[in-house]
């Protein structure tokens, strides 16, 4: 039984590969696009693949578009297209809608029509690719929210051979430590106190604010 009905209207490269791996991961997928190819495309993998208009509600209606959970708008080139769709999710009271936005402008105005969240793919994936060219210690980075994330990274080499209470990670840095494994080993040890003392091998997860430790990082600050 599918765990959620998402409805994708545009499916262009960006919304065709949301349709398909959200289809790869159990969920009732209804793909929606003007171009009878894209939806000729996408039909294989998607539980519905359907041609018509984005920005005519009774169409919307009519395919059943306001029993979905989530509805992503993934045109993002026409303004007018995305702000009428998010409009329509609006009216047929769908509770999360995210968009696609080309640029700061189109952001601004499909939140302010009523988008839950917007997102600017090529700028995203950009600042991604930049930040991994930028990486010194950091191995990977999961967020929790807007401002805080679980960071594994691999302790400077003037860290090596002293405490965690002699670092003063929290003070220093707003990091609380909350495991450290070994390069070989996956297994994460969480029963350490402050009197550890950093090896050579070790990898540290830690919560910080990102943007914050980041910095540190990319600028070769951590001592």
Excluded: H
């Excluded at 984005?54 to 297209?81: H, M, P, Q």
């Amino acid at each position: 039984m599918p765990t959620k009905t998402i409805g994708v209207l545009g499916l262009g490269i960006f919304g065709s590969s949301i349709a398909k791996e959200l289809s790869e991961f159990d969920c009732e997928v209804i793909a929606v696009d003007i171009d009878v190819c894209n939806v000729n495309r996408i039909e294989p993998f998607v539980t519905e693949a359907i041609q018509g208009d984005i920005t005519d509600l009774d169409f919307l209606k009519n395919i059943g578009l306001e029993n979905c959970d989530v509805v992503v708008v993934a045109t993002g080139t026409s303004l007018e297209s995305s702000v009428l769709a998010v409009m329509n999710c609006k009216k047929l009271n769908i509770d999360k809608i995210i968009a696609k936005a080309k640029n700061k402008m189109f952001m601004e105005v499909l939140t302010a029509v009523g988008a839950t969240t917007v997102v600017r793919p090529e700028k995203e994936m950009g600042e991604r690719v930049a930040k991994s060219l930028l990486r010194r210690n950091i191995t990977d980075i999961v967020d929790l929210d807007e401002q805080y994330a679980v960071i594994e990274f691999y302790p400077p080499i003037k860290w090596v051979g002293r405490s965690l209470e002699e670092l003063d990670l929290r003070k220093r840095y707003e990091m609380n430590i909350i495991g450290i494994r070994k390069k070989t080993i996956r297994k994460l040890d969480v029963s350490f106190g402050p009197d550890y003392v950093i090896q050579n091998d070790d990898i540290i997860v830690g919560i910080a604010e990102s943007e914050i430790f980041e910095q540190y990082d990319y600028l070769n600050k951590l001592k």
